[in-house]
């Protein structure tokens, strides 16, 4: 009965890793840090260790968890979703 249940969880089969590289890819870091207050967004931030505090970090991933949800309806939030490319002369 819970497998059944899952498909209406909007975070049904998004890992903490997915939802974390469509929002960076979607605004880049120091957007996200605007949006979403935590320090691993702030200073040197990267996939994996961002991660790591969030994996070991239950507020902070409930924050950037309510953020993904909250937002639904944008473009990170859609199967498929790949960020576009950076416009001429901007690297990463």
């Given at each position: 009965?819970?497998?059944?249940l899952?498909?209406?969880n909007p975070l049904h089969g998004v890992t903490l890793e997915t939802m974390l590289t469509r929002l960076v890819e979607y605004h880049?870091?120091?957007r996200l840090a605007g949006f979403?207050?935590?320090?691993?967004?702030?200073?040197?931030?990267?996939i994996s260790s961002s991660l790591k505090f969030l994996?070991?970090?239950p507020w902070a991933r409930e924050k950037?968890?309510?953020?993904?949800?909250k937002y639904q309806g944008?473009?990170?939030?859609?199967?498929?979703y790949?960020?576009?490319?950076?416009p001429a002369g901007e690297g990463h």
């Open positions: 009965m819970v497998g059944e899952q498909p209406k880049g870091w120091e979403v207050k935590l320090h691993c967004f702030q200073e040197n931030p990267s994996r070991r970090t950037l968890t309510e953020f993904y949800l944008n473009p990170w939030n859609k199967p498929g790949e960020a576009p490319a950076p």
